[in-house]
């Protein structure tokens, strides 16, 4: 099995910064592309940030300039930098990752179960 686990989320006063992490864990031959999704409350999931195995990165662009996405690839972790945030933040924040278990296995998507993120002062 895989497992993704965020962790990082909570309360912040808005200009405050945040740093959220996704491990991942269990049987994985290699993971493609990570990417942060967020969900505020009566709106639909969007993707916030998106990382590849090489470390090419794009960004949603309301948070351009402010987040930064990055990855270590050794622990397979990828990292969410939130700077200057704002109200408009505030959501749970879920991990995505693209990964084959196997070599020459299928691409599968996995999901961490959420962090909040509170921007409140």
């Known amino acids: 099995q895989v497992q993704l686990v965020e962790s990082g989320g909570g309360l912040v006063q808005p200009g405050g910064s945040l740093r959220l992490s996704c491990a991942a864990s269990?049987?994985?031959?290699?993971?493609?592309?990570m990417n942060w999704y967020r969900q505020a409350p009566g709106k639909q999931r969007e993707l916030v940030a998106a990382?590849?195995?090489?470390?090419?990165?794009n960004y949603v662009d309301s948070v351009k300039g402010r987040f930064t996405i990055s990855r270590d690839n050794a622990k397979n972790t990828v990292y969410l930098q939130m700077n200057s945030l704002k109200p408009e933040d505030a959501a749970v924040y879920y991990c995505?990752?693209?990964?084959?278990?196997?070599?020459?296995?299928?691409?599968?998507?996995?999901w961490g179960q959420g962090t909040q993120v509170t921007v409140s002062s």
């Open positions: 990382i590849t195995s090489g470390g090419s990165t």
């Open positions: 269990g049987t994985i031959f290699r993971i493609n592309s």
């Open positions: 995505k990752a693209q990964l084959m278990r196997v070599v020459a296995g299928a691409l599968y998507d996995y």
